[in-house]
């Protein structure tokens, strides 16, 4: 069960605004969710979305009581929040599988490039801009007909910054004449090129970048290391997406390192650069199966491409190909770090 809006983090304002909103049943038809990338905009879309498709939220007033008198008045807290646990919740996370789409059908997402041309009535790609021909399958055709399941429907639009000027002003019709039960939530970093129409006609909730503190935190709790997560933070500009990205970056640039110096400790004279790579290998676990996986992925793939090329040498790249998977289901098997790396890299050149 996940109550999308509770997992915004760093933005007590903007979320409070939007509970509100919920709680005293005024929630405009239109929003501009504004700030940079990465800071929870979109996170907090989807789960105010989640709360007005929720089916037990608001639920429909009880009958008269069987005890007549005076019925107790809704809790205002229930209306506030999605119960998280619905079936229109659960279909409202957004999917890793749908690029980060949810399967809700009255949650819709428009993007630049979203959809295959052919789905929205196009022959090329959107390689400009959201283009009209998006708003007018996605929107324009769907609007009229209200919510699928009767609760609420929703358009995200990401980046709307990146909605060409006809497709702008095709929205626009529909943010002058709201429909029942329809809202629209556009996202932008740059709020400032959208047209002065479709700015004035979207009530705006400002998210601002994350202190450097909180980032930190976020990525220690996702594993990484609390140094490399102090260092990446401070170069994050406030945005745990960029974070997160910095982190994903640093950690291919490591197994890259990884794979070029366990070559190089192959090829070597001498033991020191294997025994050097052992010791390194000495402290994470986790960090090294990483590697370990990269570097039997970038020797398998060295392999392939020789044996396609009719070079003999590829049956040493296959072999060394072997020796890394054993490698990785040594420390699988809790073998110390050190010694798997040691063992491998000294069981490679054998093998020269
Ligand atoms: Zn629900």
Redesign the pocket.
Known sequence: MTILLDTVVGQATAIETLRRALGNDRVHHAYLFDGPEGVGRELAAFGFA?ALV????SAPPAGPSLFGGAEAPADPADKSS?????S??TRAMPRADAQGRPIHPDIVVLERGLYEPGLIGRKTPESQDISIDQVRTLVLARAAFGPHEGRAKVFIVRRAEELSTSAANALLKTLEEPLDRTHFILLSAHPDVLLPTIRSRTLRIRFAPLGESLVTKLLTERGVEAAMAATLAHRANGSIGQALALADATAAEAATSFTQRALAAVASKDFTLALDLAGDAKKAKAELEMHLAAFSAALAAEGRTRALAGDPTATAYAHRHELALRALRELDGNAAPALVVESMLSAMRAAR
């Open positions: 989640q929720c089916e037990r939220r999605a119960c998280g646990a619905c229109a919740c």
